[in-house]
Nanobody
């Protein structure tokens, strides 16, 4: 039993910044890979970023490289996504995700093939 709760979403002007948080509770382990996905209206859910532990492998979608930064605080069981230089095309519901098993990796999560748990999502709206 794993619960993932996102927070930090909201409305921001283009070029602005926003920081998302994902609090994990229940049957979760700090060593599990975690990541962020997003889904814009009328579009499929897409991978944003993921991070492994303890190897600390990190992956970013090309569309967010150089603008977004993923990090985690295992002591707080919290995953973060710092989003800078936001663009209108970043508008979407952002979902926190945890790997399916302890062997899941940041890379395997990119295609959703190894995701075991999902958060409810938090809305991010970037205005022009």
């Amino acid at each position: 039993q794993v619960q993932l709760v996102e927070s930090g979403g909201g409305t921001v002007q283009a070029g602005g910044s926003l920081r998302l948080s994902c609090k994990a509770s229940g049957h979760t382990f700090s060593s599990m890979a975690m990541g962020w996905f997003r889904q814009a209206p009328g579009k499929d859910r897409e991978f944003v970023s993921s991070i492994s532990w303890p190897s600390a492998d990190i992956y970013y979608a090309d569309s967010v490289k150089g603008r977004f930064t993923i990090s985690r605080n295992n002591g707080l069981n919290t995953l973060y996504l710092q989003m800078n230089s936001l663009k209108p095309e970043d508008t979407a519901v952002y979902y926190c995700a945890q790997g399916r098993t302890l062997l899941s990796t940041a890379q395997s999560m990119a295609a959703e093939q190894d995701v075991g748990s999902w958060g409810q999502g938090t809305q991010v709206t970037v205005s022009s």
